[in-house]
C-alpha cells in the first residue's frame, strides 16, 4: 500500500477498535490472515476475543490446542515451536470458525521507523525491474496503516499479502531488500511487517511508561503535556476560519495580478492526534501486533531527532526495551540504520548534530544487547533526505543478521569501527576492528584514491584536515600545524566525504576519539 492510500485509511482508525466480548463469535486482530507467515523455532502466540467462558480450539498442522475466553473475553494459546514445512492451514474454532489458507512457517521481521522505512519500491532505484522480479511467493507482506492513540490499541487495520509484482510496489524498500536477501539466502519464507510513518520522532514509537521511567525523556512528555492543554479546539476552529477568509482575499487579490496563489491555511492540529505526540505511534501500531511471534526488527530513523542527538543516546534503548518487554521475546535482535550523509558539504572540519546522533545510534550497540546497526554514509545525497538506494540499506543490514542471528559463516558483517587510538609523537594511530572476512580482509581507501575524511586537533580544540595513510591495519594521521595530538574525528559531519572502507567495499563507520562537548548536549525538548 503506497503512502497516501496509508494516510487515508488511517482515518477510520479510530473507531477500528474491537471491544472485547461484543458478540458471541470468535474474533482476531488483522495480524492473523491467509499467506501470513509463523515464526518457526520458538512458540507461535494465537489469541482473539470470544464471549466470556466460551470454549475456543485452535489447529495448525498436528497441533490442536483449546483454552476458555476469560472474564474480558480474552483468549490466547500458544503453538508449540514449528518448523518450515508446506503452506498450511489456520483453523480457530468457537461458536464460529476462521479459517486462515496458505500459512508459511520461516522467519519474520518487524520493519519499522520514518519515511526512509516507509520509502516504496515504487520511489527507489529501478522500480520497474523490481516489481519485473517481485513474483516471490515465499515472501509475504503485512503493512499497517497510519494511525494515532493515546492508549495501548488491541487491532490495526491490515492485512498479509502475497509478494507479487502488483503488491511490491507500495512496499518499503529497505523491508523487502532486506527480506528478500534473508530468503534467498537461507532458504526458508519470510514475513515483513512493515510499521512505519515519515517525518516521526523515536518517542512516538516508545510506550509511555518507558518514557516516563528515564528523567531525561520526561521532558519531552512535558512539552507535550503543556501543548494538549494549552490548545483550545474552538479557538482553533476560529483562528482557521480568519485565517481562511484572509486567504480567500489573497487568492483573488493574486489571480487579478496574475502572481501566484499563497498555499490554503492549515487548522491547528488537536496535539493528541499528532504523530510526533510521544507513545502514539507505539500504541496505535505497534501494540496491535504483540506478541505475534517474530525473530526480530529492522530500523530506519534518527531524522526528527536529529536535533536532540545526545538525548538519542538514551532514548533509543528505551524505544527498543519497550517494544521487547511488550513482546516477552527476551533480548531479540534489532538493527538500525544509522543516518546517511545529507545537507551541504562543509570546505572544514567542525561540528554537526547530525554526527552526534549518528554516534548515538552507535552507542546503542554497547548500551543494550543483540543490537547491530548498518552504516550507509556513503549513499546518501546532499539535497536529498531520502535517498534512492534502499537496495544496499538493505543489504547491509541483512549481512549484520545473516552473521549474528544466522550464524552464516564468510560473510564480512560490517566495515571497519573504530577500536583504540595511539599517540605516538605527532602522529595518531588508529586501530579497528571489523576488518572484513578471509581474503576480503584489510583496510583500503575507495579504489584507492586519497584517504580523506579524517580531522585532527590538539589542545585548542581547533580541528584540522589531516593527513591520513593507511599502514596494515591501522590509518596513520597527522598535521604539520598539529604537532601535540590529542583526538581524531572521521566522518564527523553531516555530509562527510571521507573513503575509507575494507576489502568487502563497507564503509568505516564515523567515530570520534574525543569526548568534547557537542552542539546537541542538553537539548531535551521537542
Known amino acids: 500500500m503506497n503512502m497516501p492510500q496509508r494516510s487515508i485509511l488511517a482515518l477510520l482508525t479510530a473507531i477500528f477498535v474491537i471491544p472485547a466480548a461484543a458478540n458471541a463469535e470468535v474474533r482476531m486482530p488483522t495480524i492473523f490472515g491467509s499467506h501470513m507467515v509463523l515464526q518457526r523455532d520458538i512458540e507461535a502466540p494465537v489469541w482473539g476475543w470470544a464471549d466470556p467462558s466460551e470454549e475456543v480450539s485452535v489447529s495448525f498442522r498436528d497441533q490442536a490446542l483449546s483454552t476458555t475466553a476469560g472474564a474480558d473475553g480474552k483468549w490466547m494459546v500458544r503453538l508449540a515451536p514449528l518448523s518450515v514445512g508446506d503452506p498450511g492451514v489456520l483453523e480457530v474454532k468457537g461458536t464460529n470458525t476462521l479459517t486462515f489458507e496458505d500459512v508459511l512457517v520461516g522467519e519474520v521481521w518487524v520493519c519499522s521507523g520514518q519515511s526512509n522505512m516507509e520509502w516504496s519500491i515504487d520511489a527507489s532505484f529501478d522500480p520497474e525491474l523490481e516489481r519485473l522480479a517481485g513474483n516471490q511467493p515465499g515472501i509475504r507482506l503485512f503493512g499497517v496503516d497510519h494511525a494515532t492513540a493515546m ?20 512496499f518499503s524498500a529497505v523491508g523487502y531488500f532486506f527480506g528478500r536477501q534473508l530468503h534467498e539466502t537461507l532458504q526458508v519464507p519470510v514475513g515483513l511487517l512493515a510499521t512505519d510513518w515519515g517525518g516521526t520522532p523515536a518517542e512516538s514509537w516508545t510506550s509511555h511508561d518507558h518514557l516516563a521511567a528515564h528523567a531525561e525523556l520526561q521532558p519531552i512528555q512535558a512539552t507535550w503535556a503543556e501543548r494538549v492543554a494549552a490548545y483550545n479546539p474552538d479557538k482553533a476552529r476560529s483562528d482557521y476560519e480568519t485565517a481562511l477568509a484572509a486567504w480567500e482575499d489573497q487568492v483573488a487579490a493574486a489571480r487579478a495580478e496574475g502572481r501566484p496563489e499563497p498555499g490554503r491555511p492549515q487548522m491547528a492540529q488537536d496535539p493528541t492526534q499528532h504523530p510526533h505526540h510521544p507513545s502514539v505511534l507505539y500504541n496505535a501500531m505497534i501494540a496491535p501486533i504483540v506478541p505475534f511471534a517474530i525473530r526480530g526488527a529492522i530500523w530506519y530513523q534518527g531524522e526528527s531527532n536529529a536535533g536532540r542527538a545526545y538525548q538519542y543516546r538514551t532514548l533509543m534503548p528505551t524505544m527498543i526495551q519497550s517494544w521487547r518487554d511488550a513482546w516477552g521475546q527476551s533480548d531479540f535482535p534489532f538493527y538500525q540504520v544509522q543516518l546517511a550523509n545529507f545537507l551541504q558539504i562543509q570546505p572544514e572540519p567542525g561540528d554537526s548534530a547530525w554526527a552526534e546522533l549518528r554516534e548515538a545510534q552507535a552507542l546503542t550497540l554497547d548500551a543494550i544487547p543483540n543490537v547491530g546497526m548498518a552504516c550507509i554514509i556513503d549513499i546518501g545525497s546532499a539535497t536529498d533526505i531520502h535517498p534512492k538506494d534502499k537496495y544496499n540499506v538493505g543489504r547491509r543490514l541483512a549481512r549484520a543478521a545473516l552473521v549474528e542471528v544466522y550464524e552464516v559463516a564468510g560473510i564480512t558483517k560490517y566495515g571497519p569501527t573504530y577500536r583504540s587510538l595511539d599517540i605516538v609523537g605527532s602522529d595518531c594511530v588508529i586501530h579497528f576492528d571489523n576488518l572484513g572476512e578471509g581474503g576480503l580482509r584489510g583496510l583500503i581507501s575507495y579504489y ?46 553531516d555530509n562527510p566525504q571521507g573513503n575509507l572502507y575494507n576489502q568487502a567495499y563497507l564503509p568505516a563507520w564515523p567515530f570520534r576519539t574525543d569526548d568534547w562537548t557537542g552542539v546537541t548536549e542538553g537539548k531535551l525538548t521537542p
Not at 492508549?151 to 507500495?170: S, Y
Open 151 to 170: 492508549e495501548p490499541q488491541q487491532d490495526c487495520p491490515g492485512r498479509w499479502q502475497l509478494c507479487t509484482p502488483e503488491t511490491l510496489g507500495g
Open 448 to 493: 584507492n584514491e586519497p584517504l580523506t575524511g579524517f580531522a585532527i586537533a590538539g589542545a585548542d580544540h581547533k580541528w584540522v584536515w589531516g593527513n591520513a595513510r593507511i599502514e596494515g591495519e591501522t590509518v596513520i594521521v597527522s598535521h604539520p600545524d598539529v604537532p601535540e595530538p590529542l583526538a581524531v574525528r572521521y566522518n564527523w559531519a
